[in-house]
């Protein structure tokens, strides 16, 4: 049963997909004539969902008899998964997960070094959903065990969160705009996660949010699209741009500086941890900047 309704899922999701994507290739260039595809940034995209989907499915065979032995043993008490507030709490639940997971994936770098793959196109369209992270599979199950300890599922928690990435997905557009006050408040929506996928200083690790937007509102991490009036157009891709990109260096770029970071002769052992675990950005001689760097510098300028 658990197996035939992810199928379903992928039966149900994958046509959706397709047709979204072929709407909005049409749209944006016989209509609005502009390119937001390229041919060899869409290959890529599909490249890494199909890597990434493969990793999965290998550590799925690990993580999910992990969190079914600790939803057999340790468990504080079980819901009744027929429950219409079994599916709603654990709707919330998971994205609360995904929040925290995804926010630590920017402020942290070495889990930025694994998720900035999904950040590194200067493209933003359907596709741009599709370049997944692709060693993300390998601790993301351990955001989930909180969730396994109140009682969940786990087939159903992992369920859970590939419905909601369908959402995740569809908010990768440039075509849709404001989407009304209530959703634009509750919900992640494609202005949302357009700043999230922005390179300007002032939008940088904001949005982080899944489904729900309201994480961002309650923790301090929510930033509304600005008008060109109100502020410079969007930029996208990473503030560092990736030279000669191809598959590898766009996985594995952020891993090899890191590495000659750490290592770095005459540094602190408090440096090199920070180094790995410390902000995208850290350096011990103040010659690079963080995110708080850059938005501080931003605020000054404004006040200026």
Known sequence: MDSLREQLLILFSTPVYLVAIGLELLITHFHLRKAVYTVKDTLINLY??????????????????ALQAIFNKMTF???????????????????????????FDHEIRLFWAVHVTHHSSEEFNFTTGFRSSILEPVYRFVYFIPITLLGFHPIDILFMYSLTQIWGTFVHTKLIGNMGRFIE?????????????????????????????????????FQKELTAEEYEPIHYGITKKIERPNAFRLVFHEWI???KDANQKGLTFHQRLLYIFGPPGYSHDSSRATTKDLQKSFARKKKL
Do not use: E
């Not at 357009?194 to 301090?220: C, E, P, Q, T």
């Open 257 to 259: 500086q890191l590495y």
């Open 77 to 103: 008490g079980h819901w009744q998964y027929s429950d219409i507030s079994y599916w709603l709490f654990l709707l919330i639940l998971v994205d609360f997960a995904f929040y925290w997971m995804h926010r």
């Open 185 to 221: 408040y509750i919900f992640v929506t494609p202005s949302h996660h357009r700043v999230h996928h922005a390179s300007n200083d002032r939008y940088l690790d904001k949005n982080m949010g899944m489904f729900l937007i309201i994480w961002d509102r309650m923790f301090g991490t």
């Open 48 to 65: 890494f969902n199909i890597f990434n989907t493969a990793v999965d499915i290998l550590c799925r065979l690990f993580y999910l008899a």
